[in-house]
């Protein structure tokens, strides 16, 4: 059984490339890659997962819809993935206990979590906002793995 330190080693191997795995209406699954990371909750502080998504990707709207994703951190035979609900923080998507003021901040939070970093945090956060950028944390109340 993997646990979240495995998945914060596989993590930093792979610079945060994952494969992240939403439910269609038609109950088939879409699956595309992202950058994501462990990090704490903002509001909750509990370890989670943590990406960032463009603010109209069907992805992200699929995600309004069904509150739930399965992302699989993975480097050659070693894997581990995680379900679980997702809270959204961003320009569009607002959250109990987190002021809104502070999203640029956590967008590079996350970021930096999934192993980014930058030269320009200014245009960074343009970018970002522009793109109407969205925080996701993945609850991890699934995780399954080998290695």
Request: proline content about 3%; some cysteine; charged content about 25%.
């Amino acid at each position: 059984m993997a646990s979240i330190a495995d998945i914060e080693r596989l993590a930093t191997v792979e610079h945060g490339l994952v494969t992240i795995s939403v439910a269609r209406e038609d109950e088939s699954v879409h699956s595309s890659v992202v950058n994501a990371g462990v990090m704490d909750h903002p509001v909750t502080g509990e370890r989670v997962i943590a990406a960032v998504l463009r603010g109209p990707s069907w992805k992200l709207g699929r995600l309004r819809q069904t509150n739930r994703c399965t992302i699989l951190f993975r480097v050659g035979w070693d894997w581990a993935s995680v379900d679980g609900p997702v809270d959204l923080i961003g320009p569009n998507d607002t959250f109990d206990g987190f002021d809104s003021a502070n999203v640029a901040t956590l967008l590079r939070e996350v970021f930096v979590a999934a192993g980014g970093t930058h030269d320009d945090w200014d245009d960074y956060d343009k970018v970002m906002a522009e793109d109407e950028r969205t925080a996701v944390f993945v609850k991890p109340v699934r995780i399954q793995g080998r290695g």
